[in-house]
T-cell receptor, first 112, second 113 residues
């Protein structure tokens, strides 16, 4: 089915481990985004991408790495997970940077 | 720093009444405005967008925009228990840049049966 998917949906990892969250969209949207959502902070932009091989930092990029080798995929990597990165992570996509965004189902990440 | 402000609530409204959700924004150059609904444990879902001053209606939902006052609102008529959710206001950032859309923290709406 067309849409935007994320995997895994739930992940528990230990401090210091590397973890990658996957995002895949079938709409051929140019822009893709990674947000984290925490109580009291709302949605905060981590990184975004305008096209394959073009990425840029958002509000809270420290500790995260992204890549976009294909238009439909936008993985987010936590190189050395910390407890402060425990959060719900949402991937989103849109045709334009400031256009309506469509969200994936989210990944709930717990770092112990 | 571009800001989008919403009352966090909870806003409690009896079933069948009109729920009114409000949002103010700081970037006077913003041109696009969005309302998302987020159920607990789920992802945000786009329900309305508005670009021009005035009202835009879609079923039971009406978005209202007043650019002079930097104010956007969402009215939900004939509120149903299924409307209970957190509503996020999102505003585009003028001139592009890394912000894209700026989201408010959301208003928690409770429809009382």
């Amino acid at each position: 089915d067309a849409g935007i998917t994320q995997s895994p949906r739930y992940k528990i990892t230990e401090t210091g481990r590397q973890v990658t969250l996957m995002c895949h969209q079938t709409w051929s949207h140019s822009y893709m985004f990674w947000y984290r959502q925490d109580l009291g902070h709302g949605l905060r932009l981590i990184y975004y991408s305008a096209a394959a091989d073009i990425t840029d930092k958002g509000e809270v990029p420290d500790g995260y790495v992204v890549s976009r080798s294909k238009t439909e995929n936008f993985p987010l990597t936590l190189e050395s997970a910390t407890r402060s990165q425990t959060s719900v992570y949402f991937c989103a996509s849109s045709n334009l940077l400031a256009d309506e965004q469509y969200f994936g189902p989210g990944t709930r990440l717990t770092v112990t | 720093q571009k800001e989008v402000e919403q009352n966090s609530g909870p806003l409690s409204v009896p079933e069948g009444a009109i729920a009114s959700l409000n949002c103010t924004y700081s970037d006077r150059g913003s041109q696009s405005f969005f309302w998302y609904r987020q159920y607990s444990g789920k992802s945000p879902e786009l329900i309305m967008f508005i670009y021009s001053n005035g009202d835009k209606e879609d079923g039971r939902f009406t978005a209202q925009l007043n650019k002079a006052s930097q104010y956007v609102s969402l009215l939900i008529r004939d509120s149903q228990p299924s409307d209970s959710a957190t509503y996020l206001c999102a505003v585009n950032s003028s001139g592009g840049g890394a912000d894209g859309l700026t989201f408010g923290k959301g208003t928690h709406l409770i429809i009382q049966p």
